[in-house]
DNA sequence: CTTCATGCAAAAAATTTGCATTTTG
DNA sequence: CAAAATGCAAATTTTTTGCATGAAG
C-alpha cells in the first residue's frame, strides 16, 4: 500500500460490503485501481512481483466474490481475455485494436435508448473498438 | 438443410470466402442463423441432434476459422459464454437478466460517437440489459 | 489428385473445489 | 473464539493441437 489515503479508501470498499480487510484483497484492488483494467494473468503477474506467494485460487474466488458485491466490474472484450476494473457508474470503453490499451471514456450513452421499447433498461455497457491517436501514426505507415 | 433457397444463401457466405462448404459448416451456420446466438456448448448440443458424431474439436476450429474470416461475430455477455452470431452491420443488443435472451437490436448507435476523439473508430459495440417485457410481469410479482 | 477439413485422442490452459491452516474482527 | 479467507493440490472444465483418414474442389 503506497499511503494511508489509499489505504483507507480500498479498506472501506471492504468494509461497506462486510469483506474482511486481507492483504491479498487490498494488493488486488489497489492494482485495478492503478492500472484501470486487468485480466486474471496480469493481475497475477503483478501481484507476484510484491507478494509471491499469493495463490491464483485466491486472486479467482476473491474476483469472484468482489463481482457478486458489486465492488468489481467485468470488462469482455473480442479476442482478449476478461478485464476487471473497478465498479463506476460509466460503462463505455474505448479499445484500440493496434496496441489493446483500454481507455475509460466519459460519454453519456443514454442517446442510444432513445425509442427503446424492449424492456426495462438495467444498463448499458458501450465498447467502441478502434485506433487510438498514438498508434494513428504507425497505421499510416504501414499503408504507404 | 431445411430447404434449397436456405442452403445457397449458406453456401455461398462459404464459397465467398473460399472455405469448403462441408455438412458440418453448414450446419453450424444454419443452427446460429436458425437461433440467432449461440454458444459452443449450445451449439454442439443442438448439432448433435442431427449430426451425433460431429467432434467437438470441429466446432472450435470452424468457429474459429469463420471468426478470422468475418462470417462470424462474437458478443461477449457479462456472466454468460461467449455467443456467436452472423455478422452483421449492427452491433447492439438486449439482454433480458431474466431469461437471458438476446434480441438484436436496430438502432443507431452513432450517437455515442459524439465528440469522441481518442482516436479512429473501426466498430461500436453497445450492449443493454434489463428485464424484457415478456419478464416484467414475474418481476413485478416478486416485489409485491 | 491436391488441398483442406474432420475426428480422435492427448495435451495444454483455465477455472473450481475440498480441506487443513491461518487470519480477521 | 467464531467466522471467513488463504493456499495447496487435485479435480473439473474449456480450449487447442497433432496427425491419420476422409471429403471437397
Do not use: W
Not at 485501481?33 to 509471491?52: N, S, W
Not at 489493446?100 to 424492449?118: A, H, M, Q, T
Request: charged share 20%; glycine share 4%.
Amino acid at each position: 500500500m503506497k499511503n494511508k489515503v489509499s489505504y483507507e479508501f480500498l479498506k472501506n470498499i471492504l468494509v461497506k460490503k462486510n469483506l474482511k480487510v486481507t492483504h491479498q484483497r487490498l494488493l488486488i484492488l489497489s492494482l485495478i485501481r492503478q492500472f484501470g483494467h486487468l485480466d486474471i494473468d496480469e493481475l497475477y503477474a503483478k501481484i507476484t512481483v510484491d507478494y509471491p506467494y499469493i495463490s491464483l485460487a485466491t486472486i479467482y474466488k476473491n474476483i469472484s466474490t468482489m463481482l457478486e458485491n458489486g465492488i468489481l466490474n467485468e470488462v469482455k472484450i473480442g479476442g482478449a481475455k476478461t478485464k476487471y476494473e473497478l465498479s463506476t457508474n460509466s460503462h463505455a470503453h474505448f479499445i484500440c485494436i493496434q496496441c489493446k490499451k483500454i481507455e475509460d471514456l466519459d460519454i453519456n450513452v443514454d442517446c442510444v435508448l432513445d425509442n427503446f421499447n424492449k424492456g426495462s433498461v438495467a444498463s448499458v455497457n458501450v465498447l467502441i473498438y478502434g485506433t487510438c491517436n498514438a498508434c494513428q501514426p504507425k497505421i499510416s505507415k504501414k499503408l504507404s
